[in-house]
């Protein structure tokens, strides 16, 4: 550790945002507390793949002390940030033995988003989202005990429930949920029951949106639109969700309102701000959008505080979406502003967010990708999201697990990780 007299940065949040902030001010006269909730970096564009039995927790969750433990101007701090107070610089957070306090010269708030049910929160009950690892747990469990449960089924209406999946959304989330679980319907579970045929799975993929990935390019859209259905997948789109309960979801078309019984639901649609984004905006007067972000300056700060940066999926700036490569530019741009202060540097630059190109699978051996001015889709995108994907996990322990998974998964029908706790059974 650095002498209690260097400049002291306060992170709140180990997601790509806070360690890529931290990890750019590995060389700066600075002292770093990064304060996380959990004990774990997550890796969330491969959290889908737990809850689907492709992989195991341990390769896209990495303790965050592992991979800050050789800066030495880095210590890491569990507990979970519940306020914030710019007159005193000091952020409050409860940990296993209580709340604590931590000073700060200058707050990097990187964490995270809620997901959102557009003012119907009670829609979560019966509507999972996928934001922790403990999620995508609880989602496996009832991924496949819905099969599990059909087993026992009865009456063969109830068995069509239970093996009914309706996912709400089709951003890349509910695009890559809908692929991976046609598959488990037709590939991982085949023969392996004898009461039901697995492939008679219905899986549903709704938004109110026009098309299927609407961030991506319309041929994008298009080709996953495409594979999607020849694997069975019904789209819905033009729907509104106005319901969900236990027997299924209720959906509002140009046609009317249309009742879908179904075991599984599972929200994939649109993300929202914490409780501690909201607390922060209160403190320091900051503006928010709709969902609860932060509105911050150019320079990622919030404004009449440039000790306070927000960045990643807490923060709201000229439309920028909210992936993975944003809080990772975010989080680099903001200890780079840092370090630059503190050397008496301009800082002046805006942050500018560079696209390198938006991916999505849709099922094995096959991806869309946009990256510059190309359109890649099919095993040549798969390709493109593998080696990406690879390169990202944050250790080599963790990419040489992951590509053995995925050869088990890809290349064979198993997938290593389908067996759930009797706990997480639905």
Request: no cysteine; hydrophobic share 45%; net charge positive.
């Amino acid at each position: 550790m650095t002498q209690n007299t260097a400049h002291r940065v306060v992170i709140v949040g180990a997601g790509f945002g806070g360690l890529n902030a931290a990890r750019a001010l590995r060389k700066a006269p600075v002292q770093v507390t990064v304060i996380n909730g959990t004990n774990h970096h997550v890796f969330e564009p491969l959290i889908y793949q737990v809850a689907t039995g492709v992989l195991s927790p341990g390769e896209v969750a990495t303790p965050v002390r592992d991979l800050l433990g050789r800066q030495k101007n880095a210590e890491v701090r569990l507990g979970w940030v519940t306020d914030v107070d710019p007159a005193a610089k000091t952020v409050t957070a409860s940990g296993p033995e209580g709340d604590y306090t931590v000073g700060y010269d200058t707050l990097i708030v990187a964490a995270g988003s809620n997901q959102s049910y557009f003012g119907n929160d009670g829609f979560a009950e019966h509507a999972p989202g996928m934001k922790t690892l403990d999620d995508a747990l609880d989602l496996r469990g009832r991924v496949f005990g819905a099969f599990e449960a059909a087993e026992l089924a009865t009456d063969p209406e109830e068995a069509a429930r239970k093996l009914t999946f309706v996912i709400v959304g089709a951003g890349p989330t509910g695009v890559e949920l809908a692929g991976s679980i046609s598959e488990i319907a037709t590939r991982t579970l085949r023969g392996t029951f004898r009461n039901i045929d697995p492939a008679t799975a219905r899986i549903v993929l709704i938004d109110a949106v026009d098309r299927v990935l609407p961030t991506f390019r319309a041929p994008n859209s298009a080709s996953a639109a495409k594979r999607l259905r020849k694997m069975g997948v019904e789209i819905r789109l033009g729907a509104k969700v106005v319901d969900v309960d236990t027997t299924g979801v209720k959906i509002e078309t140009v046609d009317g309102v249309e009742h879908i019984d179904a075991a599984t639901k599972i929200w994939a649609a649109g993300v929202s701000g914490t409780a501690l984004g909201r607390r922060v905006a209160e403190v320091t007067g900051a503006e928010t959008d709709r969902g609860g972000r932060i509105l911050v300056q150019p320079d990622l700060t919030i404004a009449g505080h440039p000790e306070i940066f927000v960045v990643g999926e807490s923060m709201t700036r000229d439309k920028l979406p909210g992936v993975a490569q944003v809080a990772m530019q975010g989080g680099t741009y903001a200890g780079r502003t840092i370090a630059r202060r503190l050397a008496g540097r301009s800082t002046d630059k805006p942050f500018a967010y560079f696209d390198k190109g938006n991916m999505a699978v849709v099922s094995r051996f096959n991806a869309v990708a946009a990256i510059g001015p190309l359109n890649l889709g099919g095993p040549l995108g798969w390709l493109m999201w593998l080696g990406v994907h690879v390169f990202y996990l944050q250790r080599g322990r963790n990419r040489t697990t992951a590509m053995l998974r995925w050869a088990l998964s890809f290349l064979g029908r198993s997938r290593a990780e389908w067996s759930i706790p009797a706990s997480r059974l639905s």
